[in-house]
């Protein structure tokens, strides 16, 4: 006499032998971004030239006193936003990390990358009110940024809507733009 199969456990078994095969699949699937060990610096508190200004963050954040009232106060702040890949090709980790700064009622966000065992940040803007979705590598080097900026005519005080991906790459010791898609 033949045993009985209940169809749910063969379903079991193929989903179990799928999840195996994919992630032998993922684990050959090339080199990592990573390279050279976990990045050993701390960007909550390190300094970042924002448009010209220094500004040295405390536990992932600052206060610039403007005035004598309480809302006299310009604040900059580390996001979660944060990615930890060799992004200049030289085999070290490197850090980026978003940045925003108050400028009036809104704030503009900022593109940071720490090479490894540096002490200096490159910052470029990325924006006033933009929403920054995502960071990742790009496998030509450099950062891919994935965010959500104003369509055009849109004032700034409305919540971002249209969706862009921008790559900024070092150059000449420089993070600069070198691509990307969606809305400029």
Same mark, same amino acid.
């Given at each position: 006499?033949?045993?009985?199969?209940?169809?749910?456990?063969?379903?079991?078994?193929?989903?179990?032998?799928?999840?195996?095969?994919?992630?032998?699949?993922?684990?050959?699937?090339?080199?990592?971004?990573?390279?050279?060990?976990?990045?050993?610096?701390?960007?909550? $508190?390190?300094?970042?030239?924002?448009?010209?200004?220094?500004?040295?963050?405390?536990?992932?954040?600052?206060?610039?006193?403007?005035?004598?009232?309480?809302?006299?106060?310009?604040?900059?702040?580390?996001?979660?936003?944060?990615?930890?890949?060799?992004?200049?090709?030289?085999?070290?980790?490197?850090?980026?990390?978003?940045?925003?700064?108050?400028?009036?009622?809104?704030?503009?966000?900022?593109?940071?990358?720490?090479?490894?065992?540096?002490?200096?940040?490159?910052?470029?803007?990325?924006?006033?009110?933009?929403?920054?979705? $995502?960071?990742?590598?790009?496998?030509?080097?450099?950062?891919?940024?994935?965010?959500?900026?104003?369509?055009?005519?849109?004032?700034?005080?409305?919540?971002?809507?249209?969706?862009?991906?921008?790559?900024?790459?070092?150059?000449?010791?420089?993070?600069?733009?070198?691509?990307?898609?969606?809305?400029?």
């Amino acid at each position: 006499m033949k045993p009985r199969t209940n169809g749910s456990s063969s379903r079991i078994a193929a989903a179990i032998a799928t999840f195996c095969l994919a992630a032998g699949a993922a684990g050959c699937s090339g080199p990592s971004h990573v390279k050279g060990g976990p990045f050993t610096g701390d960007p909550a $508190n390190f300094t970042y030239d924002l448009d010209g200004k220094e500004v040295t963050l405390k536990s992932g954040a600052a206060e610039e006193r403007t005035g004598d009232k309480p809302d006299d106060v310009i604040a900059t702040d580390l996001t979660g936003a944060r990615i930890d890949a060799d992004f200049d090709g030289d085999d070290g980790t490197d850090c980026a990390v978003v940045v925003t700064r108050d400028a009036g009622p809104l704030k503009v966000h900022y593109l940071a990358v720490i090479r490894g065992g540096s002490s200096d940040a490159m910052t470029v803007s990325l924006g006033k009110n933009v929403l920054v979705k $995502n960071l990742a590598p790009d496998p030509k080097g450099g950062v891919i940024v994935t965010m959500l900026v104003h369509d055009k005519d849109v004032p700034e005080a409305d919540p971002p809507t249209v969706e862009v991906k921008k790559v900024f790459s070092i150059k000449t010791g420089k993070l600069v733009a070198t691509g990307g898609t969606g809305a400029t």
